[in-house]
Every structure is written in structure tokens, then in C-alpha cells.
């Protein structure tokens, strides 16, 4: 079936990692994602992974892949009060080019 | 390149009226996506098509819903007639095999 999962909410302080977690149902997904929506816009992608890697890392940002488990993570390093956004994990599937999302985590930065 | 644009980026109508949202993809991507996003439902793939064709419609949620896409730098998403139920943001997308692009969305409520 198509599922992705996130927690809805996450609360860190300024200068520490934030780490977003997602799970995933589909085995066949290739890609992987991460999106970034501000208040009133769009979403921006902020990096993927291809099914067959680990690990990506991009500057601030560290993206854990765990097949197995269908579970993916995105770890902020420093994370800065710009950084409070919601971030959507997403899946594409080789069968299709169609992206599946998460609800959406909401990261708040505290000062 | 400008990225994916969209209009009218805000549209207030009341019940019954027609409503014609439009999307500009990226030039030279495939595909074209087009999304809504209301906070009980998340993000809801609507309609895509691959080379101005339609490739899967499932999730556009009745008949008062259709979307074209007569050449490579158009699309439009039309709504007729259109019921407070619609009220969303609507996200046009496109991509290349690996990135996914969204424009900024059409905000749409109807009264």
C-alpha cells in the first residue's frame, strides 16, 4: 500500500540537531525526499536519496536510510530559528513518477 | 528559469461559480503534477500527466474536477461548479527523473 508516516510535531532549541523521522511502506520506492514548507508557500526540496544509498549528507542536513526498517530520517545540524518550517518526507516509486507525502512534521526552533 | 508558476495565486469565489487555476512548468520536464493541500487531508495528489498526457487521475475527487494540459508550458485544473469543500491550496508541480519542483500554489476559497 502507499503510507508514509511522520510525527506531527517536534520542538528544539537553537544551536541543537533536530532529527524528523518517517516511515515508509513501499519496498518498490526508488527515491526518497525531503521537503521543506514555510507559512504561505510552497514546498522546497530540500534533498533525496536514491533507494540503493544510506546516507547523504548537505551541509547542514543528514539524511539516514534504513531499507529494512522503510525508514528514513533527516537530521539538522545547528539548527537555526529559519529552520522552523514543516518538512514532508515523500516517496516515488519506480512503477510511476508520482510522489507520495507524509502529514508533515512541524518544527518549532526556540530561541 | 523562473520555476513552475501558477495563477491566480489567491481566488476567493462563492458556490456555484467556475473556478480555472493555471500552471507553467518547468521547460524540458516530463511531468506535471498537480496537488492540494487542506489540513484535515495533508497533500492529495490530484492528476498527472507524462508529455501533456493524463497518466492517472484517481485521486481527482469527482466529476466537477478536470484538468488539461494542451501543450508542454500549459496546464490548466478547472473546477466546475465549485462547492466550499474546495476550499484548498492547490499545488501544480513538475520534475525530472529525480527532482520534484512545486510552484508556489493557488489559495483558493469558496464561499
Known amino acids: 500500500g502507499e503510507d508514509v508516516e511522520q510525527s506531527l510535531f517536534l520542538s528544539v532549541r537553537e544551536g541543537d540537531s533536530s532529527v524528523i523521522n518517517c516511515t515508509y511502506t513501499?519496498?518498490?520506492?526508488?527515491?526518497l525526499y525531503w521537503y521543506k514548507q514555510e507559512p504561505g508557500a510552497g514546498l522546497q526540496l530540500l534533498t533525496y536519496?536514491?533507494?540503493?544509498?544510506d546516507m547523504k549528507q548537505d551541509q547542514r542536513l543528514t539524511v539516514l536510510l534504513n531499507k529494512k526498517d522503510k525508514h528514513l530520517s533527516l537530521r539538522i545540524a545547528d539548527t537555526q530559528t529559519g529552520d522552523s518550517a514543516i518538512y514532508f518526507c515523500?516517496?516515488?516509486?519506480?512503477?510511476?513518477?508520482?510522489?507520495?507525502f507524509g502529514s508533515g512534521t512541524r518544527l518549532l526552533v526556540r530561541p | 528559469d523562473a520555476g513552475v508558476i501558477q495563477s491566480p495565486r489567491h481566488e476567493v469565489t462563492e458556490m456555484g461559480q467556475e473556478v480555472t487555476l493555471r500552471c507553467k512548468p518547468i521547460?524540458?520536464?516530463?511531468?506535471l503534477f498537480w496537488y492540494r493541500q487542506t489540513m484535515m487531508r495533508g497533500l492529495e495528489l490530484l492528476i498527472y500527466?507524462?508529455?501533456?498526457?493524463?497518466?492517472?487521475d484517481s485521486g481527482m475527487p469527482e466529476d466537477r474536477f478536470s484538468a488539461k494540459m494542451p501543450n508542454a508550458s500549459f496546464s490548466t485544473l478547472k473546477i466546475q461548479p465549485s462547492e466550499p469543500r474546495d476550499s484548498a491550496v492547490y499545488f501544480c508541480?513538475?520534475?525530472?527523473?529525480?527532482?520534484?519542483?512545486f510552484g508556489e500554489g493557488s489559495r483558493l476559497t469558496v464561499l
Open positions: 508541480a513538475s520534475r525530472t527523473v529525480e527532482e520534484l519542483f
Open positions: 521547460s524540458g520536464h516530463d511531468y
Open positions: 500527466f507524462n508529455n501533456n498526457v493524463p497518466i492517472d
Open positions: 536519496i536514491f533507494s540503493n544509498m
Open positions: 513501499d519496498s518498490s520506492s526508488t527515491y
Open positions: 515523500a516517496e516515488s516509486k519506480r512503477s510511476s513518477y508520482k510522489l507520495i
